[in-house]
């Protein structure tokens, strides 16, 4: 069954670079179909017009759309990271030739936003002691990459 409601991504003109950029990135990851421009464009002959493609078994479509439309930070993509190697390995890779932002946020290469958060962050935020949770957003406003042993120990702070 497909899923429901599938993010659409308007590239100028790097659909084909980026889908390519985030298939090598996730895992279960793959190109699910790719139409490219004929004769009398919109866009130029050859050119990817749309790609289906699939990050970890979320469905996503991008078009290479022209200059009309940027990405904006009011929307990103949000990957829920098992631990503190999941978090450094999705880093590392999107944040390359993109921008650290703030607590666990980036832009990448092509504009657009993401989130790269630990599952423990989470769950920290809704422990059961009011102070412990606030103790952690404190923790998590200071920070660009999201530490999970930084998080912990600010949870477990008296």
Request: charged share 20%; glycine share 8%.
């Amino acid at each position: 069954m497909s899923q429901k409601i599938t993010p659409f991504l308007w590239f100028d003109d790097k659909a084909e670079e980026a889908v390519n950029f985030y298939v090598s990135i996730f895992k279960n990851s793959k190109i699910t179909s790719l139409s490219r421009y004929g004769e009398g464009g919109p866009g130029p002959a050859g050119q990817v017009m749309v790609m289906s493609f699939e990050l970890d078994g979320v469905e996503f479509q991008a078009l290479n759309g022209g200059p009309h439309y940027k990405f904006t930070p009011a929307i990103s993509l949000s990957i829920d990271c098992a631990d503190q190697a999941e978090v450094d390995h999705f880093w590392s890779k999107l944040t390359e030739g993109g921008e650290e932002v703030q607590c666990g946020w980036l832009t990448d290469k092509f504009g657009v936003s993401w989130q790269v958060v630990p599952k423990a962050l989470g769950e920290l935020m809704s422990g059961p002691d009011p102070v412990k949770s606030q103790n952690v957003m404190k923790a998590m406003m200071q920070m660009v990459k999201l530490d999970v042993a930084a998080l912990q120990a600010a949870y477990d702070q008296e």
